[in-house]
């Protein structure tokens, strides 16, 4: 009972925090370091920004889009074999379009939103760059170029692109397709999801009598961890534990020490004797634990001085 006791305490402390958490948004946090480039300090960024300046080729701003686009681990379970994923793997929009984009990270870790080939002299290495470590949100906005061309978006992250944030932003149709976009165009290599066990095992030269040989020994390891744990299991249960052994010479030696404090006492003063020290006892207790969660506590609600 008191395991349960302690094991639901313990749940509705760690849930809390979980339960108090909701998306911010870091684009209000943004300090402008000029040339496009804005930060904050918990490290989300946008590189590239360009709300006024038009691209050469284009004579006014043709559009004016607002985009949303998640990322997370989520929008990745229906990608075999792929762990991160944008919600869109595919965009277009007119040429000389003002784009805006509202990324949502999802995952409590780090993704962007990373746009190459853009004109370089307009956009520092020819980058328009989202990034933040979330759950959080960060707008950014950009003018598309002129002409059609289709341009890689992708999460810099080592190996997130990889395992599959990766998606195409086609300006006027685009001049192709990029490979390895999830759900869009086939990757330039191909893992197999089709091959059954036996195809697997011919490749392997793996025999029917191999895998039965490997499930005794299996079933054998099982049988004897098991009959290892029953063991333990008489061995905690029976009369005489150690911790019995342990209380039981703690018990001796106070009695020991008490009998000769208690030489001559009436009952009565044993007992009030007693009692004084179970309350010692207990209010050493009491401060111990109020301490612990304190000590819990106290790293979390800072109180700032009020100047
Ligand atoms: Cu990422």
Redesign the pocket.
């Known amino acids: 009972m008191l395991k349960f006791l302690s094991v639901g305490l313990l749940s509705v402390l760690f849930s809390a925090p979980v339960l108090a958490e909701e998306l911010e948004d870091h684009t209000k946090m943004l300090m402008d370091h000029g040339d496009g480039h804005l930060m904050e300090m918990s490290g989300g960024m946008v590189m590239g920004q360009n709300t006024d300046k038009l691209p050469g080729g284009c004579d006014s701003i043709s559009e004016t889009k607002e985009v949303t686009v998640h ?1 997370g681990h989520k929008y990745a379970e229906k990608f075999p074999g792929r762990m ?1 994923a944008f919600d869109t793997q595919e965009f277009d929009f007119k040429p000389c379009t003002k784009l805006t984009i509202h990324f949502i990270n999802e ?1 409590k ?4 939103w990373m746009m190459h080939g853009l004109p370089k002299y307009m956009y520092p290495k020819g980058m328009f760059h989202l990034e933040v470590s979330g759950p959080a949100k960060i707008s950014g906005t950009l003018i598309l170029p002129p002409g059609d061309k289709t341009y890689l978006v992708h ?3 080592a190996q ?1 692109m990889e395992k599959g ?1 990766k998606a195409q932003l086609k300006v006027g149709g685009g001049d192709g397709d990029l490979p390895s976009i999830p759900g869009v165009t086939a990757p330039i290599n191909q893992d197999d999801y089709n091959a059954g066990l036996p195809e697997v095992f011919a490749a392997a030269k793996v025999t029917e009598s191999d895998i039965e040989a490997a499930n005794v020994a299996l079933a054998a390891t099982e049988a004897a961890k098991k009959a290892g744990k029953i063991a333990a299991a008489a061995q905690t249960d029976s009369f005489v534990s150690g911790t019995t052994v342990i209380g039981l010479a703690i018990g001796l030696i106070v009695c020991a020490l008490m009998g000769r404090k208690f030489q001559g006492k009436s009952v009565a003063e044993v007992t009030t004797y007693s009692f004084d020290l179970l309350r010692v006892l207990i209010s050493f207790i009491k401060g111990l634990c109020s301490r612990i969660i304190s000590l819990i506590f106290s790293s979390k609600n800072k109180i700032l001085p009020s100047k």
């Open positions: 990322a991160f995952d870790i780090r993704h962007q999460c810099d992250i997130h944030m």
